[in-house]
């Protein structure tokens, strides 16, 4: 069987025979899906692990609307100042809506992440704190700004002279690791979490391996924009509603060891490590997996055309002890 091709046609089967999501703000509708169920802002958890029982049960094939909250879980508001970081908690840091144990799915499976739609909040906000960043030893100071975005949601004024084009994406996608132990939700790991990726917006499908029973699905840090890297530490960080898909693929047909993702343009791996080196070694070997597996390349034509064709990026660089790169290959190389 293979992968990618039996999620399309699960998917397009999926699709038919569903009704229009209305449209709004910020939340283009790139698929016909009818929503079947529902967990709101208050249904989250801020851990990864096995022991965080589900709050909701979903057979494969279910839409789900969530609600998420940004990265703070609602302590920094519209009208916050930079003192707000004299009492945030930041234990609460990265409320996740769910887990969402998925009927069917076994250790060893993959479950597959379809994103339909991506509405945006009224705000958001994006901040410097200390410690944390790329440059963190540069920029000892606390910043924060705050956003309204407009009725359209398209883009939002950074200054009066500079605007930018918001792109909506989840920042922790992720199923629940083989332990009971309760994970920081900082860093990605190889069952998804904080990636941080912005290419993993609507009309994106992501796979995720399967760890345990259910696979306890989580989703949530719902950035409005943010740069390949987040250098700073944070996106435009902001509340979101999202319309996903969650499929279960059974006996995980390609062995994957960590998320990889497609969209219309583009087939990705991902690839967590703590130097970038190793990242992108990793990425670059599950990329010539990939073209082995589903088109057929031997390893040496599949290492020449990771070269020739494919594109390493960084997705996240600050959410240590982890970095995560990707790998994107663009699918218009193939012959049909």
């Known amino acids: 069987m293979k992968f990618k091709g039996s999620i399309l ?3 397009s089967a999926v699709l038919s025979t569903c009704a229009t999501l209305p449209a709004g703000p910020g939340a283009p509708v790139v698929n016909a899906v009818e929503i079947q169920f529902r967990l709101g802002r208050d249904q989250t958890h801020n851990k990864f692990s096995a022991s965080i029982p589900p709050v909701l049960t979903v057979p494969s094939g279910a839409v789900v609307e969530v609600e998420t909250q940004e990265a703070t879980d609602g302590q920094i508001r519209p009208d916050s100042d930079v003192t707000v970081f004299q ?3 930041f234990n609460k840091v990265h409320a996740l809506t769910g887990p969402v144990y998925v009927e069917g799915a076994e250790p060893g499976d993959v479950l597959a992440v379809t994103l339909h739609r991506i509405t945006l909040g009224s705000y958001g906000w994006s901040a410097i704190i200390p410690g944390f960043g790329v440059l963190a030893d540069e920029f000892p100071e606390r910043r924060l700004k705050t956003y309204a975005f407009d009725a359209e949601g398209t883009q939002v004024q950074f200054s009066d002279k500079i605007v930018i084009p918001l792109k909506p994406f989840p920042g922790v996608m992720g199923v629940a690791p083989p332990t009971d132990e309760l994970l920081t939700t900082i860093p990605p790991r190889a069952n998804g979490g904080n990636m941080d990726d912005p290419d993993i917006t609507v009309g994106t499908t992501v796979y995720f391996p399967v760890f345990v029973k259910g696979g306890l699905f989580s989703i949530g840090d719902t950035h409005a924009v943010q740069g390949h890297g987040e250098v700073s530490g944070t996106a435009i960080e902001a509340p979101m509603r999202i319309v ?21 343009d583009h087939y990705a791996v ?3 490590a703590t130097t970038l080196d190793e990242a992108a070694k990793k990425a670059t070997r599950y990329m010539v997996k990939y073209l082995q597996n589903e088109h057929g390349l031997d390893r040496w034509e599949a290492y020449m055309l990771a070269s020739t064709a494919g594109d390493l990026k960084i997705a996240e660089i600050v959410d240590m002890p982890h970095v995560l790169v990707s790998m994107h290959i663009p699918k218009a190389i193939f012959s049909k």
């Open 9 to 11: 046609l699960l998917a």
């Open 87 to 89: 009492t945030l908690d």
């Open 244 to 264: 996903y898909e969650i499929n279960v693929v059974k006996g995980n047909p390609r062995h994957i060891e960590e998320p990889q993702y497609e969209n219309d």
């Open 270 to 272: 991902t690839a967590f």
